[in-house]
């Protein structure tokens, strides 16, 4: 109960990409980020990562999202601004 806790929190710590290090780093990360501001914890992870489903952050977390894991990245790229990026010379520019 948030008024039985204080004031309503206003820190939202957010982690995107894959889940390393395992239980112990995660463990780290909670005791000394999300705890001590008391944060909410927000997470974008793939969906076939099978660690960070796993993870007791992963449960902690109030906000989730997963995304497509790419092959090409650059397809998630030709998706950023519709049809304009689709036929551009971007990936000669990137590359």
């Known amino acids: ?3 039985k806790d204080g004031p309503n ?3 939202l710590a957010i982690i995107m990409g894959s889940f390393r290090g395992g239980e112990s ?3 780290t990360m ?3 980020v999300l705890d001590p501001s ?3 914890l927000a997470i974008l992870i793939p969906e076939d ?3 960070a489903l796993n993870s007791s952050l992963y449960k902690r977390a109030k906000y989730k999202w997963t995304f497509k894991n790419y092959e090409d990245w650059g397809e998630a790229v030709d998706l950023i601004n519709g049809t304009k990026w ?3 010379e971007w ?3 990137a590359l």
Do not use: E
Request: positive net charge; charged residues 35%.
């Open 49 to 51: 990562d099978v660690n």
């Open 30 to 32: 909670a005791s000394n």
């Open 38 to 40: 008391s944060a909410d």
């Open 91 to 93: 990936r000669k520019l």
């Open 1 to 3: 109960d948030r008024k």
């Open 86 to 88: 689709n036929g551009s």
């Open 25 to 27: 780093s995660w463990q």
């Open 9 to 11: 929190n206003r820190t």
